[in-house]
Protein backbone atom coordinates (compact mmCIF):
# COMPACT_ATOMS: atom_id res chain seq x y z
CA UNK A 1 0.00 0.00 0.00
CA UNK A 2 1.20 3.41 -0.70
CA UNK A 3 0.77 5.73 2.22
CA UNK A 4 0.73 9.50 0.91
CA UNK A 5 -1.44 11.08 3.49
CA UNK A 6 0.44 14.65 3.79
CA UNK A 7 1.69 15.80 0.34
CA UNK A 8 0.09 19.08 -0.61
CA UNK A 9 -1.08 17.67 -3.99
CA UNK A 10 -0.61 14.86 -6.03
CA UNK A 11 0.50 14.55 -10.12
CA UNK A 12 -1.40 12.46 -12.66
CA UNK A 13 1.35 10.08 -13.12
CA UNK A 14 1.92 8.90 -9.14
CA UNK A 15 -0.49 5.76 -10.04
CA UNK A 16 2.31 5.07 -12.76
CA UNK A 17 5.32 5.82 -10.23
CA UNK A 18 3.36 3.43 -7.43
CA UNK A 19 2.87 1.07 -10.00
CA UNK A 20 6.31 0.87 -10.60
CA UNK A 21 7.18 -0.37 -7.52
CA UNK A 22 4.36 -3.04 -7.80
CA UNK A 23 2.11 -1.80 -6.34
CA UNK A 24 -1.70 -0.45 -6.91
CA UNK A 25 -2.82 0.75 -3.68
CA UNK A 26 -2.81 4.49 -2.48
CA UNK A 27 -3.83 6.07 0.61
CA UNK A 28 -4.11 9.69 0.54
CA UNK A 29 -5.79 12.64 2.51
CA UNK A 30 -4.84 16.11 1.17
CA UNK A 31 -6.10 16.94 -2.68
CA UNK A 32 -8.26 13.71 -3.14
CA UNK A 33 -11.89 14.97 -3.28
CA UNK A 34 -13.39 18.01 -4.76
CA UNK A 35 -17.43 16.97 -3.71
CA UNK A 36 -18.66 16.68 -7.68
CA UNK A 37 -16.22 15.21 -9.59
CA UNK A 38 -14.79 13.17 -7.02
CA UNK A 39 -17.66 12.32 -3.79
CA UNK A 40 -16.55 9.52 -2.75
CA UNK A 41 -13.08 7.93 -0.41
CA UNK A 42 -12.94 4.87 -2.80
CA UNK A 43 -12.76 5.34 -6.57
CA UNK A 44 -10.07 4.19 -9.26
CA UNK A 45 -7.79 7.14 -10.26
CA UNK A 46 -5.92 5.99 -13.81
CA UNK A 47 -2.60 7.60 -14.92
CA UNK A 48 -1.89 9.20 -18.66
CA UNK A 49 -0.38 5.93 -19.54
CA UNK A 50 -3.26 3.81 -18.69
CA UNK A 51 -1.95 2.30 -14.82
CA UNK A 52 -4.39 1.79 -12.28
CA UNK A 53 -4.29 2.29 -8.54
CA UNK A 54 -7.48 1.57 -6.25
CA UNK A 55 -7.81 4.57 -3.68
CA UNK A 56 -8.87 5.19 -0.35
CA UNK A 57 -8.91 8.45 0.95
CA UNK A 58 -9.10 10.11 4.50
CA UNK A 59 -11.70 12.92 4.20
CA UNK A 60 -11.50 14.36 7.56
CA UNK A 61 -7.19 14.09 7.61
CA UNK A 62 -4.70 11.40 8.35
CA UNK A 63 -4.73 12.01 12.62
CA UNK A 64 -7.57 9.94 14.47
CA UNK A 65 -7.46 9.70 17.97
CA UNK A 66 -10.36 7.91 19.34
CA UNK A 67 -11.15 8.06 22.60
CA UNK A 68 -9.67 4.84 24.83
CA UNK A 69 -12.33 4.64 26.98
CA UNK A 70 -15.71 2.71 26.37
CA UNK A 71 -18.68 5.97 26.28
CA UNK A 72 -15.87 8.26 24.37
CA UNK A 73 -14.88 5.05 21.98
CA UNK A 74 -18.46 4.39 20.82
CA UNK A 75 -19.58 8.34 20.71
CA UNK A 76 -16.48 8.71 18.58
CA UNK A 77 -17.30 5.49 16.09
CA UNK A 78 -20.57 6.29 15.64
CA UNK A 79 -20.00 9.78 14.58
CA UNK A 80 -17.02 9.21 12.02
CA UNK A 81 -20.00 6.19 10.92
CA UNK A 82 -22.39 9.58 10.18
CA UNK A 83 -19.85 11.82 8.18
CA UNK A 84 -18.51 8.85 6.13
CA UNK A 85 -21.84 7.69 5.12
CA UNK A 86 -22.48 10.53 2.14
CA UNK A 87 -19.01 9.75 1.11
CA UNK A 88 -19.36 5.85 0.77
CA UNK A 89 -20.26 3.42 -1.92
CA UNK A 90 -19.02 0.68 -0.99
CA UNK A 91 -19.72 -2.61 1.45
CA UNK A 92 -17.09 -1.36 3.83
CA UNK A 93 -16.41 2.13 5.71
CA UNK A 94 -12.40 2.60 6.80
CA UNK A 95 -11.84 4.31 10.10
CA UNK A 96 -8.34 4.81 10.75
CA UNK A 97 -7.33 4.57 14.77
CA UNK A 98 -3.58 6.86 15.86
CA UNK A 99 -2.23 9.75 15.21
CA UNK A 100 1.21 10.72 14.36
CA UNK A 101 3.62 10.92 17.31
CA UNK A 102 0.86 8.79 18.99
CA UNK A 103 1.61 5.31 20.19
CA UNK A 104 -0.48 2.29 19.88
CA UNK A 105 -3.33 1.75 22.01
CA UNK A 106 -3.46 -1.48 24.20
CA UNK A 107 -7.49 -1.29 24.99
CA UNK A 108 -8.15 -1.05 20.90
CA UNK A 109 -9.37 -5.15 20.93
CA UNK A 110 -11.33 -4.68 23.90
CA UNK A 111 -13.27 -1.86 23.20
CA UNK A 112 -14.21 -2.84 19.65
CA UNK A 113 -15.32 -6.09 21.35
CA UNK A 114 -17.65 -4.15 23.76
CA UNK A 115 -18.86 -2.21 20.79
CA UNK A 116 -19.80 -5.25 18.71
CA UNK A 117 -22.06 -6.50 21.67
CA UNK A 118 -23.74 -3.52 21.86
CA UNK A 119 -24.59 -2.45 18.35
CA UNK A 120 -25.49 -4.22 15.14
CA UNK A 121 -22.96 -2.47 12.84
CA UNK A 122 -20.31 -4.50 13.70
CA UNK A 123 -16.35 -3.32 13.74
CA UNK A 124 -13.28 -5.32 12.21
CA UNK A 125 -9.77 -5.11 13.39
CA UNK A 126 -8.21 -5.12 10.14
CA UNK A 127 -4.86 -3.72 7.81
CA UNK A 128 -4.98 -1.76 5.22
CA UNK A 129 -3.70 -4.43 2.79
CA UNK A 130 -6.88 -6.88 3.88
CA UNK A 131 -9.01 -3.50 3.41
CA UNK A 132 -7.81 -3.47 0.11
CA UNK A 133 -8.40 -7.06 -0.93
CA UNK A 134 -12.29 -6.20 0.01
CA UNK A 135 -11.81 -3.16 -1.89
CA UNK A 136 -10.39 -5.35 -4.92
CA UNK A 137 -13.78 -8.11 -4.38
CA UNK A 138 -15.81 -4.27 -5.58
CA UNK A 139 -13.66 -3.09 -8.10
CA UNK A 140 -15.82 -3.24 -10.57
CA UNK A 141 -18.58 -0.42 -8.51
CA UNK A 142 -15.82 2.07 -8.32
CA UNK A 143 -15.60 5.44 -10.51
CA UNK A 144 -13.26 6.47 -12.23
CA UNK A 145 -10.40 9.65 -12.21
CA UNK A 146 -7.61 10.98 -14.57
CA UNK A 147 -6.03 14.10 -13.95
CA UNK A 148 -3.68 15.39 -11.36
CA UNK A 149 -5.37 15.55 -7.38
CA UNK A 150 -5.41 19.15 -5.98
CA UNK A 151 -8.55 19.19 -4.38
CA UNK A 152 -9.21 21.10 -0.98
CA UNK A 153 -13.12 20.07 -0.44
CA UNK A 154 -11.90 17.47 2.46
CA UNK A 155 -8.30 18.94 3.45
CA UNK A 156 -6.58 22.32 2.33
CA UNK A 157 -3.38 21.59 0.25
CA UNK A 158 -1.47 24.83 0.93
CA UNK A 159 -1.66 26.00 -2.14
CA UNK A 160 1.19 28.87 -1.57
CA UNK A 161 3.90 26.68 -0.71
CA UNK A 162 5.23 25.54 -4.22
CA UNK A 163 8.47 26.83 -3.61
CA UNK A 164 11.74 24.97 -3.60
CA UNK A 165 14.34 26.61 -2.54
CA UNK A 166 17.41 24.46 -3.52
CA UNK A 167 20.01 26.85 -1.93
CA UNK A 168 18.92 26.23 1.79
CA UNK A 169 18.89 22.43 1.05
CA UNK A 170 22.13 22.79 -0.76
CA UNK A 171 23.67 24.46 2.68
CA UNK A 172 22.10 22.15 4.19
CA UNK A 173 23.71 19.29 3.31
CA UNK A 174 27.04 20.50 2.93
CA UNK A 175 26.67 21.39 6.85
CA UNK A 176 25.40 17.97 7.91
CA UNK A 177 28.32 16.75 5.64
CA UNK A 178 30.83 18.74 7.08
CA UNK A 179 29.49 17.57 10.85
CA UNK A 180 29.48 13.72 9.80
CA UNK A 181 32.80 13.31 7.55
CA UNK A 182 35.06 15.95 9.38
CA UNK A 183 33.97 17.24 12.32
CA UNK A 184 32.38 14.00 14.00
CA UNK A 185 35.71 11.70 13.19
CA UNK A 186 38.37 14.44 13.55
CA UNK A 187 37.34 15.11 16.91
CA UNK A 188 37.48 11.43 17.63
CA UNK A 189 41.12 11.18 16.06
CA UNK A 190 41.84 14.44 18.85
CA UNK A 191 40.21 12.49 21.35
CA UNK A 192 41.86 8.97 20.64
CA UNK A 193 45.60 11.45 21.57
CA UNK A 194 44.62 12.23 24.50
CA UNK A 195 42.74 15.70 24.39
CA UNK A 196 39.20 16.84 25.04
CA UNK A 197 36.39 15.83 22.86
CA UNK A 198 34.31 18.63 22.11
CA UNK A 199 30.83 16.82 23.05
CA UNK A 200 29.52 20.19 23.93
CA UNK A 201 29.91 21.66 20.77
CA UNK A 202 28.42 18.95 18.60
CA UNK A 203 25.70 18.35 20.46
CA UNK A 204 24.57 21.81 20.46
CA UNK A 205 25.39 21.77 16.04
CA UNK A 206 23.49 18.33 15.90
CA UNK A 207 20.51 19.91 17.21
CA UNK A 208 20.60 23.55 15.03
CA UNK A 209 21.54 20.56 11.94
CA UNK A 210 18.50 18.10 12.96
CA UNK A 211 16.11 21.29 13.98
CA UNK A 212 16.41 23.37 10.49
CA UNK A 213 16.17 19.58 8.75
CA UNK A 214 12.65 19.50 10.03
CA UNK A 215 10.42 18.33 6.83
CA UNK A 216 7.88 21.44 7.36
CA UNK A 217 10.92 23.88 7.42
CA UNK A 218 13.87 22.09 4.64
CA UNK A 219 11.19 22.42 2.21
CA UNK A 220 10.48 25.94 3.13
CA UNK A 221 6.75 25.37 3.78
CA UNK A 222 5.77 28.58 5.63
CA UNK A 223 6.20 32.08 4.64
CA UNK A 224 9.15 34.88 4.44
CA UNK A 225 9.90 36.35 7.58
Same mark, same amino acid.
Given at each position: @?????? %? @??H???? %???ING?????F??? /????????????N???KA??? *?? @??V????????????????????????R??????? *?? *??S??????TD????E?D???L????N?R????? *??T??????R?L??????????S?EL /??????P?L??????R?????KN?????????W??????????????YP??F?N?????? @???SFH??IY???A??
Open positions: @VSYLCD %P @VGIEQL %PQIFGISHVAS /RGIMDNENIKYTYLWPDG *TE @VIQALPFGYSNKIPMHQAGFDNDINEKEKLKQY *TI *TSMLIMQGHGEPDIPTVKDFLNNEKI *TLTLEEHFEEEMKSQLPMYG /RYSYAMISGILTDMEIKLSELENSLEKAEPFSAFKWMTGKDDALMAWKLQ @VKNDCSAHDH
